[in-house]
T-cell receptor, first 111, second 114 residues
Framework: DQQVKQNSPSLSVQEGRISILNCDYT??????FLWYKKYPAEGPTFLIS?????DKNEDGRFTVFLNKSAKHLSLHIVPSQPGDSAVYFC??????????FGQGTRLTINP | GAVVSQHPSRVICKSGTSVKIECRSL??????MFWYRQFPKKSLMLMAT?????????EQGVEKDKFLINHASLTLSTLTVTSAHPEDSSFYIC??????????FGPGTRLTVL
């Protein structure tokens, strides 16, 4: 049973436009959420996180929004750049250190 | 920043042999490391939590006799895939938490079992 779901396996966006990646979770007790970026044959790298006490966290071009009532979070990247092309995973923190990942969304930024 | 390394980055082995994958935290000590597995176009699945000086904690459905984990020091955890079979072919990734409580992932090891 998938606790964290990314329903879009892929997304294609034009350079300079906004990329919006979505993630849904099932357990309302989850209280810390993270986004990771992953290139092929490499480990994930941390992008941005959000605690359940907030509904928005911004870091440069990256903003994460959390809608607790809908159990939904999204990552906005604006403006999108070719180097943003990668697979993006959302994850929830279960307990102190255990991460549960979504299936990932492959983002392609077109020049 | 903190770095986690894995060795080897890629390994090909024959069915029935054992393969050892190393995970090292290069500039910090990690009492806990994690081993993940990623199937093609699938999520990273946590296999086990590696605890320095004690037994690893395995997730449900992961065979502990097949995936042996040893965390002998504060900077090294090893995953040994015993009697490997083609279905064990996968991308294995380790991670570790730094003292600042940030999780860093290794670059991964691609295992191919012929």
């Amino acid at each position: 049973d998938q606790q964290v779901k990314q329903n879009s396996p892929s997304l294609s966006v034009q350079e300079g436009r906004i990329s919006i990646l979505n993630c849904d979770y099932t357990n309302s007790m989850f209280d810390y959420f993270l986004w990771y970026k992953k290139y092929p044959a490499e480990g994930p790298t941390f992008l941005i996180s959000i605690s359940s006490i907030k509904d928005k966290n911004e870091d440069g071009r990256f903003t994460v929004f959390l809608n607790k009532s809908a159990k939904h979070l999204s990552l906005h990247i604006v403006p999108s750049q070719p180097g943003d092309s990668a697979v993006y995973f959302c994850a929830v923190l279960q307990g102190a250190q255990k991460l549960v990942f979504g299936q990932g969304t492959r983002l392609t930024i077109n020049p | 920043g903190a770095v986690v390394s894995q060795h080897p980055s890629r390994v090909i082995c024959k069915s029935g042999t054992s393969v050892k994958i190393e995970c090292r935290s290069l500039d910090f000590q990690a009492t806990t490391m994690f081993w993940y597995r990623q199937f093609p176009k699938k999520s990273l699945m946590l296999m086990a939590t590696s605890n320095e000086g004690s037994k690893a904690t395995y997730e449900q459905g992961v065979e502990k006799d097949k995936f042996l984990i040893n965390h002998a020091s504060l900077t090294l955890s090893t995953l040994t895939v015993t009697s490997a079979h083609p279905e064990d072919s996968s991308f294995y990734i380790c991670s570790a938490f730094s003292e600042l409580d940030t999780q860093y992932f290794g670059p991964g090891t691609r295992l191919t079992v012929l």
